[in-house]
C-alpha cells in the first residue's frame, strides 16, 4: 500500500497520505501522521486513497485524493483537518467518470489551487485545475474567456514565489473543451499568472506527472 503523499507540519510531526490502511497493527486509513516515534490516524482516516497533502499559511492540513468520506462525514475529494477531525470543502466534485483530486498547493494569501481530473466542483465548471479563494471555488480562466480550465487531467500544481501557478498533467489545451475555437495548445505543462495560461517553454512529448520549482 503506497505512500502518495508527505507534508512536516508545523510542530515537526510528519503527516502522510495515500492508499494505506494500517501500520503493523495499528489502523492507519489513508491518512497519518508520525511522531517520530510511532504512526498514528489523522482523524477519522479516509474511505479512499489521499494523492495529496499541503499546509494553509495558518497551518491547517488540507487533503485531495479519491475519498468521499472520513468516518460518516461526506468529505467529497478535499477535506481540511480541524480539531482532529477532518471537514468538507467541497459539496460536490463532478467528472465524466471517477472524480480524483491529484495535487493541491496553497498561495501565501490563502488560495487553494487543486488540479486533477473533474469537471465540475460546487456546480461550478473548473475542467480540471481550480481555486478557492475563501468563498467558494472558481475556473482559472485565459483573458476573460467564457469557460476555464484545461482540456484533460492534471497532475501536479504549484504556486510560485512569483506568484503564477505552474500546472503539468495530461493536456494541451487551455480553455478548449467547450470553445475550441478559442483553445490554443500548452503542451503538457502550463502556467497561470491570474489572467491568461501561457506555455511553459517548447512543453513536453508527453504527459507529466510532478513538478518542482527550481531554488
Known sequence: SEVRALVRLPDGRIAAGGAFA?????????????????WSQLG?????TVNALALT???ELLAGGRFTLSGTTATPRMARLISGAWQPITTTVDAPGQPNVEALSVAPDGTIYAAGF???????????????????WRALTH????????????SDVTVLRDGRVL???????????????GAFNIFYAATWDGVR??????????SLTDLAPLP
Open 22 to 38: 494500517n501500520s503493523g497493527t495499528t489502523p492507519v486509513l489513508r491518512a497519518g501522521v508520525w511522531d517520530g516515534a510511532s
Open 44 to 48: 477519522a482516516g479516509f474511505n479512499d
Open 57 to 59: 499559511p495558518m497551518g
Open 118 to 136: 473533474f469537471s465540475h466542483i460546487d456546480g461550478t465548471f473548473v475542467s480540471n485545475v481550480a481555486r478557492h479563494d475563501g468563498v467558494a
Open 143 to 154: 483573458e476573460g474567456a467564457p469557460v476555464g480550465g484545461l482540456g484533460a487531467a492534471a
Open 167 to 181: 500546472i503539468g498533467g495530461a493536456f494541451q489545451t487551455a480553455n478548449g473543451d467547450l470553445f475550441p475555437s
Open 197 to 206: 495560461f501561457a506555455p511553459v517553454g517548447l512543453g513536453s512529448n508527453t
